[in-house]
């Protein structure tokens, strides 16, 4: 026993310090605290992985006509979510490099590249795999949000009101129906207005005397 005992926490070492090298390379590729705060003047971000490495992610670059950000949730927890946010990045970063800044179109690319790269021609097995987000690009300079979402929607705080921002029924990647394509979606925001995009991480936590879910109303 005392053998075996030796033998698993070794194994688990391994498993955890495997896991936490992994950590390291999916910060690396999140939005850096230097560009949040060069580009956002107010901003908080809560990013706390259940298992180490996360299947939610966020990500953000500087364009020549505003700022894109997105708040995203991959299909799968921990590590297999962890490196289908690797996927979801890339394919951000090659829609992006082909100068595409429009919300829709980008959601609409990276969508297309997903489905091309999880169901290559001649595989046997079909992947449903993607991401649900809210992909956002702010002009500060004419007071303008863009965005394009699917399944996740989100809200603007504007002088103590919610105003809902809804997402397209739909994921990145696979579903019923893959010619679908995102809406592109335009408001015009006030001095004061409060963005805020999250997943359903938060909403999806148990907790509280009756181990109930905390849910997106109360959120």
Same mark, same amino acid.
Request: some cysteine.
């Given at each position: 026993i005392e053998k075996q005992k030796l033998l698993v926490d070794e194994k688990q070492k391994e498993i955890l310090d495997s896991i936490n090298y992994a950590k390291r390379i999916q910060t690396a590729l999140l939005a850096n605290s230097?560009?949040?705060?060069?580009? +956002?003047?107010?901003?908080?971000?809560?990013?706390?992985? !259940? *298992?180490?490495?996360a299947g939610d992610f966020y990500w953000a670059t500087p364009v020549p006509d505003?700022?894109?950000?997105?708040?995203?949730?991959?299909t799968g927890h921990g590590v297999p979510g962890a490196f289908m946010s690797l996927l979801n990045i890339s394919k951000l970063n090659d829609a992006?490099?082909?100068?595409?800044?429009?919300?829709?179109?980008?959601l609409n690319e990276v969508k297309t590249g997903i489905i091309r790269a +999880?169901?290559?021609?001649?595989?046997?097995?079909?992947? !449903? *795999?993607?991401?649900?987000?809210?992909?956002?690009?702010?002009?500060?300079?004419n007071m303008k949000l863009q965005f394009a979402a699917a399944?996740?929607?989100?809200?603007i705080v504007r002088n103590k009101n919610i105003i809902t921002c809804k997402a397209d029924k739909m994921p990145v990647g696979k579903s019923h129906d893959d010619s679908g394509?995102?809406?592109?979606?335009?408001?015009?925001?006030?001095?004061?207005?409060?963005?805020?995009?999250?997943?359903?991480?938060?909403?999806?936590?148990?907790?509280?005397?009756?181990?109930?879910?905390?849910?997106?109303?109360k959120l």
């Open positions: 230097k560009m949040m705060n060069d580009n +956002l003047e107010e901003h908080f971000v809560f990013f706390k992985p !259940k *298992d180490i490495v505003g700022f894109i950000y997105i708040t995203a949730d991959c992006i490099n082909q100068k595409m800044t429009r919300p829709d179109l980008v +999880l169901n290559p021609e001649g595989s046997d097995e079909e992947s !449903k *795999d993607g991401m649900d987000a809210i992909l956002c690009k702010l002009d500060r300079k399944n996740n929607s989100f809200c394509r995102f809406t592109f979606n335009e408001i015009l925001l006030e001095k004061g207005d409060m963005i805020f995009t999250f997943t359903d991480g938060y909403g999806d936590q148990f907790g509280g005397p009756e181990g109930k879910k905390f849910k997106h109303k």
